[in-house]
């Protein structure tokens, strides 16, 4: 049975709106320390903002390649790297979709790789926008994900065609190779939503709502 404290912990919160101003951001941060989330997840031009309103008492998850995730890998390298330097705990990044589709899994899995390396020890999850897959390209992923060293992955962005769903993320649990984790994200409209991917096998949650939900 998990509490509403459970899925707080594994809640990342997150506001990444184009329309976001600093101000968002910052009460974004409150919430998030006063719930006990997992982390925020913001824009990386708002890295610097937040860690300079919450210190070091809050992990600050960024996104890289967001949303379309078809830049060059050394773009997102670039970003990575300095999103890091700026305060960055946790990096989420969107693989490039259409050399996935195209077959090109040796170009997924290096551009991985590569971010996984300007990560350092810092968590990485892999965004894969499960709405634009097949299953059989979900199955690519979560073994692609495994080989170059991630730590997650992730089902969407939230600005796509659809979000989080069981099928998907029973498919990953059902897939993912040992010590890669889940992160359902896009769509968590309710508590039941949050507790039923956490049952499925997802270790974190992407969304912006289950704060003002339990908030009332």
């Given at each position: 049975m998990y509490t509403n404290e459970d899925i707080l912990k594994a809640c990342d919160h997150t506001l990444l709106k184009q329309e976001a101003t600093p101000d968002q951001i910052k009460a974004l941060c409150d919430e998030a320390l006063e719930y006990n989330c997992a982390s925020v997840c913001?824009?990386?031009?708002?890295?610097?903002?937040?860690?300079?309103?919450?210190?070091?008492?809050?992990?600050?998850?960024?996104?890289?390649?967001?949303?379309?995730?078809?830049?060059?890998?050394?773009?997102?390298?670039?970003?990575?790297?300095?999103?890091?330097?700026?305060?960055?705990d946790e990096i989420d990044m969107v693989i490039n979709i259409g050399m996935l589709k195209a077959g090109c899994d040796d170009y997924v899995r290096d551009e991985i790789k590569q971010i996984k390396e300007a990560c350092g020890d810092h968590i990485l999850k892999v965004i894969i926008e499960t709405c634009l897959l097949s299953d059989e390209e979900k199955v690519r992923m979560c073994?692609?994900?495994?080989?170059?060293?991630?730590?997650?992955?992730?089902?969407?962005?939230?600005?796509?065609?659809?979000?989080?769903?069981?099928?998907?993320?029973?498919?990953?649990?059902?897939?993912?190779?040992?010590?890669?984790?889940?992160?359902?994200?896009?769509?968590?409209?309710?508590?039941?939503?949050?507790?039923?991917?956490?049952?499925?096998?997802?270790?974190?949650?992407?969304?912006s709502r289950i704060v003002k939900l339990i908030k009332g």
């Open positions: 913001i824009p990386p031009c708002y890295i610097e903002t937040a860690r300079a309103h919450a210190g070091d008492a809050l992990t600050i998850c960024t996104v890289i390649g967001f949303p379309n995730g078809n830049m060059t890998t050394a773009s997102k390298v670039f970003e990575t790297k300095d999103s890091i330097e700026k305060g960055a073994r692609i994900v495994g080989e170059a060293g991630a730590d997650f992955i992730k089902t969407s962005t939230g600005f796509s065609t659809g979000g989080a769903n069981e099928h998907d993320v029973k498919l990953f649990a059902d897939n993912v190779p040992e010590g890669v984790k889940i992160k359902a994200a896009g769509g968590i409209a309710t508590l039941d939503d949050a507790v039923r991917f956490l049952e499925l096998g997802a270790s974190r949650l992407g969304t």
